[in-house]
T-cell receptor, first 117, second 116 residues
């Protein structure tokens, strides 16, 4: 059973298009995250949600809009895609927020490689 | 500012040799520290973590790491490397607000190559 899953695994699209990436976790975790890994492998937080509530929006352009229909899902919608959006996007989850360090470990999905042409 | 530095971009070791990957952090409070591994085309797998207590922590796949507060370091070690350990290794610090980790700050990674 996959703990954190993402779809699609690969996404190739043209500049200007709108696309979505989906993330689901079956770990019963309360908190979910989106990270972006650029071409140099650098990983940076984009968003985090706790129980469907936005906790972090890390100065991400407003073309990126996360949506959490329930605490097991966190989707990422990107409008008007640009060349610089090409990256690998990782979803992650952790057990609980504000309950101490033992619940803070983040588990990552397999990533979605987005290529904008 | 909070940051993580991995000084070695690329390391090559021979199979069976020992390994140490360096990680230095900058964080104002007691850090929560993590090492993740990323195999080619894969996601990130947690190797080990440090929150408090014993400064030598054991992880999966025979890895261990030692937290040294005086040196602001959390170096990853393995006594005998296997070819399957070839991957990218990321050190991270858990940045906290209100007592909870709300994001991970990653280093730039160290790419490990293993020679037969």
């Amino acid at each position: 059973d996959t703990a954190v899953s993402q779809t699609p695994k690969y996404l190739v699209t043209q500049m200007g298009n709108d696309k979505s990436i989906k993330c689901e976790q079956n770990l019963g975790h309360d908190t979910m995250y989106w990270y972006k890994q650029d071409s140099k492998k650098f990983l940076k937080i984009m968003f985090s949600y706790n129980n469907k509530e936005l906790i972090i929006n890390e100065t991400v352009p407003n073309r990126f809009s996360p949506k959490s229909p329930d605490k097991a899902h966190l989707n990422l919608h990107i409008n008007s895609l640009e060349l610089g959006d090409s990256a690998v996007y990782f979803c992650a989850s952790s057990q609980a927020y504000l309950r101490g360090p033992s619940t803070d470990t983040q588990y990552f999905g397999p990533g979605t490689r987005l290529t904008v042409l | 500012a909070q940051s993580v530095t991995q000084p070695d971009i690329h390391i090559t070791v021979s199979e069976g040799a020992s390994l140490e990957l360096r990680c230095n952090y900058s964080y104002g409070a007691t850090p929560y520290l993590f090492w993740y591994v990323q195999s080619p085309g894969q996601g990130l797998q947690l190797l080990l973590k440090y929150f408090s207590g014993d400064t030598l922590v054991q992880g999966i796949k025979g890895f261990e790491a030692e937290f040294k507060r005086s040196q602001s370091s959390f170096n990853l070690r393995k006594p005998s490397v296997h070819w399957s350990d070839a991957a990218e290794y990321f050190c991270a610090v858990g940045a906290r607000r209100g007592g909870a980790t709300n994001k991970l700050i990653f280093g730039t990674g160290t790419l490990l190559a293993v020679q037969p």
